[in-house]
C-alpha cells in the first residue's frame, strides 16, 4: 500500500492539504496518509499524528519562547515519519519550521516535495540553497514563482490555486446573504480579523472600531465577522462592541461570508486572496509587535502584503500597516470603496481575469506531481 507522509501547520495549510488529499484519494483509494493535520484534512481522510494548532504562533521575535517545545515536535515528527517510512513526504506551507523535517527525510532517501513556495522572492532570499538541498520538488501556487525558482535550479511546477477551483466565478451575493441570514438590502461588511490566536485578539479590537466610524456616516450599514472556529467565535462574543453593532458571528464560512459582503476589512494573508477571487472589494490591515516590524521592514524586498497587490497591476488594494492602520483611516477607505461603483467595477473585472489565470485543478495537477515521484511500478494506474 502507498504510504504519504503530510505536514500542515495553519488553517490556510489545512484547506490546502483537504484538496490535495481528496485528489490523491480519487487516484488511489486505498492510499494510506499520515499527517499532522487540522479538521479539513481529517475530514478528507489522514491519520493524525499531531494537529496543527501546535504551530498557532507567529512573528518573529514571539516564536522564541516557544522554540523549545517546536524544537521538540519536530524531532518527534521526524522520528515518526522515519518510523512509518512514507513513500513521499509532503510539506505544505510553513517553511521556518518544515525544511528541516524534509532535509531529514530526504537524507533518508524519502522524496520531499514542498506546496507553497515560501516567499523568497519577497525576502530571505539566502534560503533558496536550503531549499535545493531539503526539497525534490516544490509546487507553487502563482505562475511568476515557478519561473524564479527554476532560475535558482529547482524542481519547480505551477498546479495553480485551490480557492481558484473551489469558489465560483459567478458571485450570488444575494443567496449568501440568505444563507447567512443577513439582510438582503444595505451595505454589509465583513470583519475577518485572523485565524490565529495571538492575530484576531490583536486585531478584532481595532476592526470594531473602524466599523463603529463607518457606521456613523452609513448608518445602514451592516457588519458580519468572520472567525476560523469557536474558540475564538467565544473571545468574540466577550468583546462589548460586537454587541453594540449587532454585527454576527460566523464561524468557519469566509466564503460565504466574503460572497455576501459589499466590502471586506481583511488582515494580510490567504483571506485576501479568498476576497479577490470572491470579487468582494477589500482593505488590509495589519499591527505586529514593534520590534517584529522592525526587523521585517529591513528584510522585506517587495512594496505590498497583500496577495491581490501582488498579482495584480496598480495595487488596487488599500494596506494600512501598524500606525497606520487606525479606525478613521480604515472607516475611510471602506467607505472609499462603497461611494465609488465604477471602481468596483473595475475591481471585478481584474479579479475575474486573476481567477483565470490561478483556476488549474490545482488538486489534481499536485497529485500527478507527487505521485510521478514514485518509483516504476509504484504509482497508481488509475
Not at 533518508?108 to 513556495?117: F, M, W
Request: glycine fraction near 6%; charged fraction near 20%.
Amino acid at each position: 500500500m502507498l504510504r504519504l507522509g503530510i505536514v500542515a501547520g495553519e488553517p490556510s495549510g489545512d484547506q490546502l492539504g483537504a484538496a490535495l488529499i481528496t485528489a490523491l484519494r480519487s487516484r488511489c483509494p486505498e492510499l494510506e496518509i499520515v499527517a499532522m493535520s487540522g479538521p479539513r484534512m481529517r475530514e478528507a481522510g489522514c491519520e493524525t499524528v499531531a494537529d496543527i494548532e501546535q504551530l498557532s504562533v507567529m512573528g518573529l521575535v514571539e516564536v522564541l519562547k516557544h522554540y523549545p517545545r517546536l524544537r521538540r515536535l519536530q524531532r518527534g515528527l521526524i522520528q515518526t515519519f522515519l518510523d512509518r517510512r512514507p513513500d513521499v513526504f509532503i510539506g505544505i506551507d510553513v517553511p521556518d519550521f518544515v525544511l528541516a523535517i524534509e532535509a531529514r527525510l530526504k537524507q533518508a532517501g524519502i522524496p520531499a516535495v514542498h506546496l507553497v513556495c515560501p516567499q523568497v522572492w519577497a525576502w530571505r532570499p539566502q534560503r533558496v540553497p536550503a531549499l535545493r538541498e531539503s526539497i525534490t520538488r516544490l509546487l507553487t501556487l502563482f505562475p511568476f514563482e515557478t519561473s524564479f525558482l527554476r532560475e535558482h535550479g529547482l524542481d519547480a511546477r505551477f498546479i495553480g490555486h485551490p480557492l481558484a477551483d473551489s469558489i465560483p466565478q459567478v458571485i450570488d451575493r444575494t443567496a449568501a446573504r440568505l444563507a447567512l441570514g443577513e439582510p438582503a438590502q444595505g451595505p454589509l461588511i465583513a470583519l475577518m480579523p485572523g485565524s490565529r490566536t495571538q492575530e484576531y485578539r490583536r486585531h478584532l479590537p481595532l476592526f470594531l472600531a473602524s466599523a463603529a466610524v463607518l457606521k456613523r456616516d452609513y448608518p445602514d450599514c451592516c457588519f458580519m465577522l468572520g472567525v476560523v472556529n469557536e474558540r475564538a467565535a467565544e473571545w468574540a462574543r466577550s468583546q462589548p462592541l460586537l454587541q453594540t453593532l449587532g454585527a454576527r458571528v460566523h464561524t468557519a464560512r469566509s466564503r460565504e461570508v466574503l460572497a455576501a459582503a459589499d466590502a471586506a476589512l481583511c488582515v494580510s494573508g490567504t483571506i485576501t486572496l479568498e476576497a479577490a477571487l470572491s470579487q468582494t472589494p477589500l482593505v488590509v490591515a495589519y499591527r505586529m509587535p514593534w520590534l517584529t516590524h522592525q526587523i521585517l521592514k529591513r528584510l522585506v524586498r517587495v512594496p505590498h502584503i497583500a496577495l491581490p497587490n501582488l498579482l495584480m497591476n496598480g495595487a488596487p488594494v488599500p494596506e494600512l500597516i501598524q500606525t497606520d492602520a487606525t479606525p478613521q483611516r480604515l472607516a475611510a477607505a471602506l467607505a472609499n470603496w462603497l461611494g465609488d461603483p465604477a471602481r468596483v467595477a473595475a475591481w471585478r473585472e481584474e479579479c475575474a481575469a486573476l481567477h483565470q489565470i490561478l483556476r488549474n485543478d490545482a488538486g489534481r495537477a499536485a497529485a500527478e506531481a507527487i505521485l510521478d515521484l514514485l518509483p516504476a511500478g509504484r504509482a497508481p494506474t488509475t
